[in-house]
């Protein structure tokens, strides 16, 4: 069988387990898959209009998965929702339509552009110009537009200090705000996801896996992620001890020199706060070894947290995803 | 997907500056779960603090709010590994009205390390937490010991808290070999990872060696099989045109494909036809896996309902007692209603009798006419339909429940039933 999961019991297994294995090939759970997949079925049955926020990323890639298995063989019960920056690496978009074709799923995109012709939200000017915290403005544009009242992320808890406290089931009021001293207590695996009229629930399934076990995952599992998560040749530059792609849309200076290299994304997001690593690994196996080696964390590539310390807790706050 | 890694889940307790804090930041950098980047945020702030050691319990403090007060509010999980283990850490804060956060990172958890300050030896504060692990029925317990380099790594100093809280184990359901004491330093790392040199008198493991050792063995994993449905899969597709699938996690014990089984509430009796995991049929699902189940006869089930092996029933009843942890504000009071959660089924549920407060010190109940928040009780409650459950103490899953009210929609309470 392909997945990874299925195979022989091994010998480290409670004993009692040992004759039954024998006598069939029998599927080991894994513990964080099953959690994730469990949160998954409480969202489609709990929600009317649940959207799964896609961003072309290795977590969200991820979800898709777990939703896959989840509802397998009927097809995932909840569209795709992308918030376009229009910053986005055109591999990451080429891959999300291929994706969505694949698997035939629903795919819905709102464009930040729109949003800033519409007068909604300013243009970002100089050097760390970004996107990133524009796209709060569409997505909440966008679940009220369609009133979604559940937005499943790929968000995990060890990304970030203040992420470390957010909930499974995390109820945001009418303006996507998050109360974090009024949250619920999640208790066991039991899920309340009542809210009121006006207020919705951003749902994390995969909150309590680390960068490791994403990447192990989509291993093990084989999944297809965007190239650019690999080694390959780009052009760019040097700031701040950090490597950026040189773009149209990234600010840089006459003075910041643009050099070609080996590298790959850690996270992708927006091309103007996504920094890339210095990296010759091409493949999984090679990418997964990179990790586990790692001593940057994953976050410490965005260089929107690198703003201040408690970046990510005040973007949270006015609902930032 | 870890490389079969085991997966260790453990909750943290302790009073204020009793080092819990930093006794994780500890376990992160001993493990190298510190990166470059957060290792340097640290190395900043404690010099910006002026202290001459670097301050681990900057690792864990989330929030704003927290970081000014220099406490921790809430519950934070926290994630390392070893080469053999993946730990979970629920970390909840130590102060008297937070008994709530407390048992809800244990829920989640298999083992409690409680911190005791060495200085000031077993105190209230201790008895609470072990009363909660006792409560909750966790599998094993750590003391820690910990600023054991404050009292100048004194062995008689550990003795006499050792046997103190021997004195609390009696009172309580844990077995000694449940309860494991260390005397360790988070702040010098000594035995948390390493073996300390200053108390070459203690002879067990270290904190780290101990964790990696353990094989919590959870209640549910000894217990009968319960599926409860979450959620009905219709595909409608050519392929799978009469595909009618049960969606949910077992829990407790195992499910085989040709088991009798019984459907509740409706007492229909049929046999597992086929367990499907994504694109894989499978013979059997353990106990922890999340699968699709079908059933050989059309029978009628929906979201909330249980399957069950048939010769293994649960209990069937329209009035329980449960112990009441009060999680909300809003205080509980007889004749209130709620909406009982049972996993993923609910039904109205109407507090009948409150017979008394539970003292989390051991030291007895009294009778009251409330619970508020951070108090434990036992409640008796009348329900709409009847709930089918096992008592908590055979099963985690199907004997916990949650109240949730019903203008605010919060959960208020968590109940363990009798």
């Known amino acids: 069988m392909r997945d990874d999961n299925f195979r022989e019991m091994d010998l480290n297994k409670p004993k009692r387990n040992i004759k039954l294995a024998i006598m069939s090939n029998q599927y080991i759970p894994n513990p964080k898959e099953a959690e994730s997949i469990h949160i998954l079925r409480e969202v489609a049955a709990q929600f009317e209009k649940p959207v799964l926020l896609f961003s072309g990323g290795k977590d969200s890639i991820t979800l898709v998965r777990l939703a896959q298995k989840a509802f397998y063989p009927a097809r995932i019960p909840f569209p795709l929702l992308h918030i376009d920056t229009g910053h986005n690496f055109p591999e990451t978009i080429a891959f999300r339509d291929q994706l969505v074709e694949e698997l035939g799923l629903e795919l819905i995109v709102r464009n930040v552009q729109d949003s800033i012709d519409q007068g909604k939200v300013t243009e970002e000017r100089g050097r760390y110009a970004s996107r990133n915290t524009l796209q709060t ?35 945001r009021d009418d303006f996507g705000q998050w109360d974090e001293k009024n949250q619920r207590p999640e208790l066991f695996d039991m899920l309340n996801g009542r809210i009121h009229q006006g207020q919705n629930v951003r749902v994390f399934p995969i909150s309590n896996w680390t960068e490791l076990d994403v990447w192990e995952y989509i291993k093990n599992e084989q999944i297809k992620i965007p190239s650019i998560y690999f080694a390959h040749k780009r052009e760019v530059f040097f700031r701040d001890g950090m490597v950026w792609t040189a773009n149209q849309h990234v600010y840089r200076d006459h003075s910041e020199e643009v050099v070609e290299r080996m590298v790959r994304f850690r996270t992708v997001g927006d091309m103007t706060c996504t920094a890339a690593v210095l990296s010759e690994a091409d493949t999984l196996e090679a990418v997964v070894e990179e990790i586990r080696q790692s001593t940057i964390s994953e976050r410490g590539a965005r260089i929107d947290d690198k703003r201040s310390e408690a970046a990510m807790e005040k973007r949270k706050k006015v609902g930032y995803f | 997907m870890t490389e079969n890694r ?39 702030n404690s010099k910006q603090k002026g202290y001459d050691y670097l301050d681990f319990s900057l690792a ?87 600023k054991m380099d404050l009292v100048d790594y004194d062995e008689e100093v550990y003795l006499k808290i050792r046997s103190d809280f021997e004195a609390l184990v009696e009172k309580s359901d844990f077995s000694a070999d ?39 063995s959870d209640l549910q994993e000894s ?105 909300n504000n809003k205080p509980l ?69 949650i109240l949730i009210d019903e203008g605010s929609f919060d959960t208020v309470s968590v109940g363990f039933i009798d």
């Open chain 2, 60 to 146: 864990t403090d989330g929030l704003v709010a927290e970081r000014e007060q220099g406490i921790t509010i809430d519950v934070a999980h926290i994630y390392f590994n070893t080469d053999k283990t993946n730990f979970i850490v629920a970390d909840t804060p130590g102060h008297v009205e937070y008994t709530r956060n407390m048992v809800t990172g244990a829920s989640t958890s298999q083992v409690a390390i409680i911190l005791i300050d060495a200085r000031k030896g077993v105190i209230e504060q201790t008895y609470r937490h072990f009363f909660i692990s006792n409560l909750l029925r966790l599998s094993h317990v750590v003391v820690a010991v910990n």
């Open chain 2, 6 to 44: 085991k997966l260790i889940k453990i909750a943290t307790a302790g009073s204020v500056d009793d080092g819990k804090s930093t006794l994780i930041g500890r376990l992160l950098y001993d493990t190298g779960s510190l990166t470059t980047d957060k290792l340097e945020a640290i190395e900043r």
């Open chain 1, 137 to 171: 403005t569409t997505l909440l544009d966008a679940i009220e537009e369609f009133k979604f009242d559940a937005c499943i992320g790929g968000a995990r808890r060890d990304e970030e200090k203040a992420r470390a406290k957010e909930r499974v089931f995390s109820v």
């Open chain 2, 223 to 327: 217990s009968t099989a319960r599926f409860p449905v979450q959620f009905v899969i219709r595909p409608k597709t050519e392929a799978y045109h009469d595909f009618r699938g049960f969606a949910g996690k077992v829990y407790g014990g195992n499910l085989k494909k040709g088991d009798l089984i019984t459907v509740l509430p409706s007492f229909t009796e049929s046999k597992i036809k086929s367990i499907h995991f994504f694109e894989n049929e499978i013979e059997e699902a353990i106990a922890g896996s999340a699968v699709t189940i079908t059933l050989e006869n059309e029978v009628n089930v929906s979201r909330g309902d249980m399957i069950v092996r048939s010769s293994e029933l649960p209990k069937s009843e329209k009035s329980i007692i449960a112990t009441i942890c009060q999680v």
């Open chain 2, 178 to 216: 449940q309860i494991t004491f260390i005397p360790i330093s988070a702040l010098k790392g000594e035995n948390v990872s390493q073996k300390s040199e200053m108390m070459s008198w203690y002879v067990g493991n270290t904190l780290l060696d101990h964790l990696e050792v353990l094989e919590p």
């Open chain 2, 333 to 401: 009071r007889v004749g209130d209603k709620y909406t009982l959660q049972h996993g993923v089924n609910s039904v109205l549920a109407k507090v009948d009798q409150i017979q008394a407060k539970i003292h989390t010190d051991f030291s007895g109940e009294e009778a009251v006419d409330q619970l508020r928040l951070n108090d434990i009780g036992k409640v008796t409650f009348k329900l709409s339909k009847p709930i089918h459950f096992d008592p908590y103490l055979q099963n985690k899953s199907t004997g916990s429940f």
